[in-house]
């Protein structure tokens, strides 16, 4: 069993930051990629950023400059710091991580329930 839980959202003025975090937990052999997306109301979920293991890091177009993704990889922990938060910021935020659970397991990709981020004044 995995568990992926997410934290850290709220209610934010435009402009303003937050820190999400995503930790996994459970049976994880390595977690390989991770991944932050968020789905606004009436749209399709997308891509945020993501990280590989190694570090490697890619960024939506929309939040390059303003968002920094990160993990802890002893702590089986992602983060996602939020700059310069604006209106249409405003989504659910899943994190999603590759996971092999055994070392001849193949990696599987987990999901968290999302937190709520809200940028409104």
């Known amino acids: 069993q995995v568990q992926i839980v997410e934290s850290g959202g709220g209610l934010v003025q435009p402009g303003g930051s937050l820190r999400l975090s995503c930790a996994a937990s459970?049976?994880?052999?390595?977690?390989?990629?991770m991944y932050w997306y968020r789905q606004a109301p009436g749209k399709q979920r997308e891509l945020v950023a993501a990280?590989?293991?190694?570090?490697?890091?890619n960024y939506a177009d929309s939040v390059n400059g303003r968002f920094t993704i990160a993990r802890d990889n002893p702590r089986n922990t992602m983060y996602l710091q939020m700059n310069i938060l604006k209106p249409e910021d405003t989504a659910v935020y899943y994190c999603?991580?590759?996971?092999?659970?055994?070392?001849?397991?193949?990696?599987?990709?987990?999901w968290g329930q999302g937190t709520q981020v809200t940028v409104s004044s």
């Open positions: 999603s991580a590759d996971i092999a659970v055994g070392r001849l397991a193949n990696k599987e990709n987990y």
């Open positions: 459970g049976s994880i052999f390595s977690i390989y990629s």
């Open positions: 990280i590989t293991s190694g570090g490697y890091k």
